[in-house]
């Protein structure tokens, strides 16, 4: 690594042309029209950093000591806000309101800083962009001022940029990459893109990119935004996407086909094509968000993307729970605990219908029947459930959950290795249970 740095070093430190630094916004730049072959901008990513309110603290400091020797960059008492690109719903007053405003005023700021991009740049020219954010609704704003600038991404790739010890990264879930975009200036007769037709490049295209980034080794949340930069490719090259209506089909609509096509390679993927809903929707949070909490928002859209509701999964299932506008999902010793899921789960059982249970129900039951040693019940109801035989395909899920889950912390580790456990002594278990008579008789699964 450091070889690579000093190599760069002594190579760039031999371009003859200096360089001019110019200190201002970059939704007003002060250069003329058609000027730059290539522009390239790594933005605030939303909220993620405050940056001007972290600044002051070293600021003030800089300012006394060497303020005089660069006036023209400690003009104010502390460090300029009004024009800073970032989502900062403090500096409007606090809660919906404010987080609106904040939105809006992010929004309106990328998207002059991309007209003025637009401006400067020569028609032939290349603008790059990076960009990282977990949430959905972070990307769509940035896509959207993009796209409404005449820029859009003819290459995409994801970088592995963050540390995961990196201050801003701590807490804030799995992403570890940066998405670089190098785009060009929409052509100004652009045509209309019909979705039917748009839909089917989107199928054709980003399949293809996700096998190659899938190779590479991306996952979980990562792989969700790799595909991001693809998909715009296909559908930021046309002015606009119609449906035949005559309705535009907005780039939140695009975005959400997007990640139905993500979510359906990564389930074929990890071999779980097959599985009900609620499983699919279960075991893709824990590869994509581990036991991190999300939005109501973001969740609703992962649930959408497996054809799941996240309302129904939160009442039926239990597979959610929730506080405001965060949601997570709780591992089985938490489901478990819900007076409700047990006394459906032991209806189920009385009535014969625990064969017609969500995977993930069957196998969080037999987690907790296991980890409390009661191999009575375990009997009963692997019995009920006809998995008696080891090549069932409920142990191929228990197995790839392991697989998504081994490398999380927090109380997901404590899934999986209560899955683990499990898992290794299927085998013995199911010897056990076979000796074991289910008398067929009426009993409690909870004692
Ligand atoms: C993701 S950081 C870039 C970090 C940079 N690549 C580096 O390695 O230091 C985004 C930067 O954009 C700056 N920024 C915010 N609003 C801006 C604006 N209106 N014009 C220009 N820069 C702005 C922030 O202060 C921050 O330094």
């Known amino acids: 690594m ?46 993620n950093v405050p940056y001007a309110d972290l600044s002051d603290f070293f600021y003030v400091w800089l300012r006394r000591t060497v303020g005089d020797l660069y006036p023209e960059a400690f003009g104010t008492p502390l460090v300029p806000k ?38 400067v740049l020569k028609p032939e020219g290349m603008a790059v962009v990076m960009f990282t954010h977990r949430s959905t609704a972070a990307w769509e704003s940035l ?5 409404d600038a005449g820029l859009y991404p003819t290459a995409s ?6 540390m995961e010890a990196s201050t801003h990264q701590r807490g804030k879930g799995a992403i570890q990459s940066t998405i670089l975009m190098a785009c060009r200036r929409r052509p100004e007769n652009a045509g209309v893109g019909w ?3 748009v839909r089917a490049e989107l199928e054709r295209v980003v399949p293809e990119r996700l096998r190659e980034f899938w190779q590479a080794g991306i996952r979980g949340a990562d792989f969700f935004i790799s595909a991001i930069g693809p998909a715009v490719g296909v559908f930021g090259r046309y002015r606009k996407v119609m449906r035949p209506d005559g309705v535009e089909v907005t780039v939140g609509d695009l975005l959400e086909e997007t990640r139905a096509i993500v979510t359906a390679f990564a ?14 929707f279960y075991v893709l949070y824990r590869w994509a968000y581990g036991g991190e909490e999300l939005s109501f928002d ?40 819900s007076e409700a899921f047990l006394k459906a789960l032991q209806t189920a059982f009385d009535e014969g219908r625990l064969g017609q249970m969500a995977e993930i129900d069957h196998v969080h039951l037999l987690l ?25 395909p409920l142990w191929r899920t228990a197995q790839a959950l392991l697989e998504v889950e081994q490398s999380a912390g927090g109380e997901v580790a404590e899934e999986a290795t209560a899955l683990a456990q499990l898992l290794g002594s299927k085998r013995s278990l199911l010897r056990g249970v076979a000796a074991v008579q289910d008398s067929g008789r009426q009993f409690r699964l909870f004692g």
Request: negative net charge; glycine residues 6%.
């Open 2 to 47: 450091e070889r690579i740095v000093a190599v760069c070093l002594s190579r760039e430190s031999r371009i003859p042309q200096v360089g001019a630094a110019h200190h201002g916004s970059a939704a007003a730049l002060p250069f003329p029209d058609k000027h730059f072959d290539a522009v390239v901008i790594d933005p605030p990513y939303a909220d």
């Open 82 to 119: 009004d024009e800073e690109a970032v989502v900062n719903p403090a500096r409007f007053g606090g809660r919906k309101e404010g987080e609106r405003i904040a939105q809006a005023h992010y929004q309106r700021l990328m998207q002059q800083s991309f007209e003025e991009i637009y401006r």
């Open 143 to 147: 896509i959207r001022s993009l796209l």
């Open 157 to 162: 790739w994801p970088v592995h940029t963050e």
């Open 195 to 197: 979705y039917a037709q």
């Open 267 to 280: 389930l074929e993927q990890l071999g779980l094509a097959r599985l009900d809903k609620p499983t699919r």
């Open 298 to 337: 973001e969740a609703n859209k992962l649930a959408k993307s497996v054809g799941a509701d996240l309302d129904e999964l939160a009442a039926e299932h239990r597979l959610i729970e929730r506080k405001g506008e965060r949601v997570r999902v709780p591992i089985f010793a938490k489901r478990l605990g």
């Open 368 to 392: 907790h029947l296991w980890s409390k040693s009661d191999v009575e019940a375990l009997a009963a109801v692997l019995g009920r459930a006809g998995v008696l035989a080891e090549e069932h």
